[in-house]
């Protein structure tokens, strides 16, 4: 097999006892593969962020909602954040309690509202009318708001979610206006969040978001909580050795600011973050097979099934996911050349690695896409109706479980 070409999955021995080649053979191409070892270490990282005692993580399953994965997350004592009644309820099935989820609402209507209350799951807001609404079917309820302290991070415009320009969050001018909504429903506010956006890897926005996040809680005098937001970021660019985001230095600026501030507000109250991507992006990666190679007036371009249909971030957000290649033959070559390696979509947008520089790649080879395991497999669709792949775990004792068989084509019609 060839060895050249593969550092970073082999340095974590992601395959465990197999390999992509037999992976595939078995499974079907494309794959999508996860590491239960890394996932479980990106977990306990996040729960030792900080010594403040009150301190839980929620994982934002939006990143990846595989029950096998969500069964991990709650093994790991995390709990979980929410966006739509389909993910309460993926996460009431993996064996969440109602109180370990909050529910992150977005523009919903009451029905949806009703359908956390029903189930007891604490509803967060983001609007005045959002707020009114939920008065209006739940009269004396717990409810928790989500404010834009006005900052915002993240590696794309189009996932920055806080700052003056986003959808998101309360305006905090606004807190006299919802202190009368409050009342009007004898409302008890539980709990203030924020998300100012995705993929910081200098956590010092991220602390600014949450000093602002407490001036606004300084208004409040019955919090339980202050939910800090997600958005931590993992490096995508390992080949180039990109450093992780320090955590231990976020870690411990991050306890002083909220250690000082309890201490002012008096009341040792519990603080949540929400992440998504740290927890599963480097656990996942998305196998692939090439199956043509062509130059068109001077590009060469590697024609795979890996098309945005199945990993949409490069396409969606210009995003760069690291590639390494895998062959069953040794072919001998110490070639290296500039390519495209596109997908099968009817789509010139449809190229998942542009303008890489990689050892020469021929047909057959099997493309390991890394750091997949986020925004991957649940942004996933059946466009030109292809189906979606299977999802295998690599287990702690480096055997392979089916964790989600790949579509038929049954499924297709499934609806009709
Ligand atoms: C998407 C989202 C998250 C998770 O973001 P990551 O960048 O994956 O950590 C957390 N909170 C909210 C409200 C979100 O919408």
Request: hydrophobic letters at 35%.
């Amino acid at each position: 097999m060839l060895t050249t070409h593969n550092k970073v999955s082999n340095k974590n021995n992601f395959f465990g006892n197999t390999t992509p080649i037999d992976l595939i053979k078995e499974y079907g191409s494309p794959l999508y593969v996860y590491n239960e070892n890394i996932m479980r270490e990106r977990c306990r990282e996040l729960k030792n962020l900080l010594t403040y005692p009150n301190f839980s993580v929620n994982f934002s399953v939006k990143a990846n909602s595989n029950l096998s994965l969500l069964k991990i997350a709650l093994e790991e004592g995390l709990n979980a954040d929410a966006m739509s009644p389909g993910e309460i309820f993926v996460e009431l099935k993996a064996g969440f309690s109602s109180e370990q989820i909050l529910y992150i609402s977005n523009n919903v209507s009451k029905e949806e509202m009703q359908y956390a209350i029903d189930r007891d799951i604490l509803v967060s807001v983001d609007s005045l009318s959002q707020l009114e609404s939920y008065g209006q079917i739940n009269n004396g309820g717990k409810i928790c708001i989500r404010f834009n302290p006005g900052v915002g991070a993240g590696h794309h415009e189009k996932v920055i979610t806080g700052g003056k320009k986003t959808k998101f969050g309360v305006d905090p001018s606004l807190i006299p206006e919802i202190k009368d909504i409050l009342s009007k429903y004898n409302l008890n506010l539980v709990g203030i969040n924020q998300h100012i956006g995705s993929l910081f890897m200098e956590g010092d926005k991220y602390i600014e978001g949450v000093e602002s996040l407490l001036t606004i809680a300084e208004n409040f005098d019955d919090l339980e909580f202050v939910d800090m937001g997600g958005g931590f970021g993992i490096p995508y660019k390992k080949l180039e050795d990109e450093k992780r985001l320090d955590l231990e230095s976020l870690g411990k600026k991050l306890d002083k600011v909220l250690f000082d501030w309890t201490a002012r507000y008096g009341k040792q109250i519990t603080f949540k973050i929400e992440p998504g991507r740290y927890i599963v992006a480097e656990c996942g990666n998305l196998l692939g097979s090439v199956y043509s190679l062509k130059e068109n007036y001077g590009m060469k371009y590697v024609g795979t099934d890996l098309g945005f249909n199945v990993l949409k971030r490069p396409v969606m957000y210009n995003s760069h996911h690291d590639i390494e290649i895998f062959r069953e033959s040794n072919i001998p070559s110490n070639k290296t050349e500039t390519v495209n390696i596109v997908g099968n979509i009817c789509e010139s947008g449809d190229i998942i690695a542009k303008d890489r520089t990689l050892p020469e790649i021929f047909e057959g080879d099997i493309i390991n896409v890394l750091d997949a395991g986020a925004y991957g497999y649940c942004m996933a669709s059946n466009y030109n109706n292809r189906l979606r792949p299977a999802e295998v775990l690599v287990t702690s004792e480096g055997n392979v479980k089916l964790i989600r068989r790949r579509d038929t084509y049954e499924d297709l019609i499934r609806n009709f």
